[in-house]
């Protein structure tokens, strides 16, 4: 009895929200750096994605064990693990959306920026690799710095002809999942009802939450002072800083990065499938301010960012974060643009 209960509920959750087994559209999903902090539990939540009928889990070794492991879930998507750069390009070939979360991360003390050296030329491999074997695929980076590893993943596929920029994603999602518990405790509501925007890039002061825009249903327990404002702003700023301190040099977020990349990539292969009013805020290149690569609400539908949002009305103290956050990006876009044109 407990078999077929499990069975159901599997069956269950691999046909939320995609109207049922039958209608499942074939998806294939990559991950590179699927062995990680972040690549394993994010292995594990795409396993479980109603939307995703095949899984390719890659990494520079590793991944057999991973993917043995999460491929007896009873869940639809086939799953296969590929270890090392030769087995790169079978990974990738077909895959309508790609995630990378490869590279090192911080230690206490450090800064994103600190990780460029090894995970620019990082991710400058394997988006070459995603440029020739899956052009096509949205691609949704998580390697930090992402206010750098953005413009160099645009960068290279720019030199190889094949750039698209509907189809290139920084992940800044936790951004938005941090803003949105810290904002729902502090206010005493669901953390199911709140909106907070958070726009900018993916960095300290880069990351800019619009509290003068966040939305909630049912009653406030408490109004917030604009000191408590602050300190929200401050949290949601420092929150991958509070993780890496709290891991004392055991890495930065892993679980919670899974889980908003897990949401993130979730929301890509909905806009893919062509489901309606699905919007992420991510960062893209971008109109929206004077520096070229930006986050903001982004509409996704089955070409990728098909429509890039405004600000809409920021406080004073907001525009104020806005400038700083502009200043920062742009340096950190330059930067990346730099090393992906001379390696330097
Ligand atoms: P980790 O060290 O636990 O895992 C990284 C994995 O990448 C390892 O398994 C490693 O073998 C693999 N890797 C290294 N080089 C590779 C290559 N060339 N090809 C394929 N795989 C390769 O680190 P983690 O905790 O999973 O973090 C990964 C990255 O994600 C870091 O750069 C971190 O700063 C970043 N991160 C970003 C966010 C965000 O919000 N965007 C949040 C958390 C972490
Ligand atoms: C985060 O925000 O948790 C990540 O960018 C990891 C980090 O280095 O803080």
């Not at 790169?88 to 979360?101: C, F, M, Q, W, Y």
């Not at 590279?103 to 440029?131: E, H, W, Y």
């Not at 669901?190 to 509290?211: K, R």
């Amino acid at each position: 009895a407990s078999k077929q209960a499990l069975q159901n509920a599997a069956r269950s959750y691999a046909s939320r929200g995609a109207g049922g087994e039958r209608d499942v559209v074939p998806r294939k999903v990559a991950i590179l750096g699927a062995a990680g902090g972040i690549g394993q539990p994010l292995s594990l939540l795409m396993k479980m994605s109603p939307h995703v009928t095949n899984l390719a889990l890659y990494d520079i070794a590793g991944t057999p064990g991973v993917a043995a492991d999460v491929s007896h879930m009873n869940t639809i998507a086939k799953v296969k693990g590929f270890a090392g750069e030769d087995q790169l390009h079978e990974a990738l070939e077909g895959s309508d959306v790609v995630i990378i979360p490869a590279g090192v991360p911080r230690k206490p003390g450090m800064t994103r920026d600190d990780l460029f050296k090894i995970n620019a030329s990082i991710v400058q491999g394997l988006i070459k690799a995603c440029g020739e074997a899956c052009p096509k695929a949205l691609l949704n980076i998580i390697s930090n710095p992402v206010n750098s590893t953005v413009p160099i993943a645009a960068e290279t596929l720019k030199a190889m002809g094949v750039y698209d920029p509907k189809r290139l994603f920084g992940v800044t999602t936790l951004d938005l999942v941090r803003a949105r518990t810290f904002y729902a405790d502090a206010i005493g509501v669901d953390v199911n009802s709140v909106d907070v925007p958070v726009v900018g890039g993916h960095a300290g002061t880069t990351i800019l939450p619009l509290f003068s825009q966040a939305r909630h249903q049912g009653q406030a327990q408490k109004e917030l002072s604009a000191e408590e404002i602050d300190a929200l702003t401050k949290r949601t700023q420092d929150g991958g800083t509070e993780v890496v301190q709290a891991k004392a040099g055991k890495g930065s977020a892993t679980l919670s990065m899974a889980y908003a990349g897990a949401l993130f990539a979730d929301s890509c292969l909905r806009g893919l499938n062509g489901t309606a009013q699905t919007s992420e805020y991510s960062m893209v290149q971008s109109e929206v301010t004077s520096c070229p690569f930006f986050a903001s609400k982004v509409r996704l539908g089955p070409s990728g960012a098909e429509e890039i949002l405004g600000l809409g009305e920021l406080n004073e103290l907001e525009q104020k974060g806005l400038d700083v956050a502009i200043a920062e990006l742009t340096a950190s876009v330059e930067k990346g643009v730099k090393f992906a044109k001379d390696g330097s």
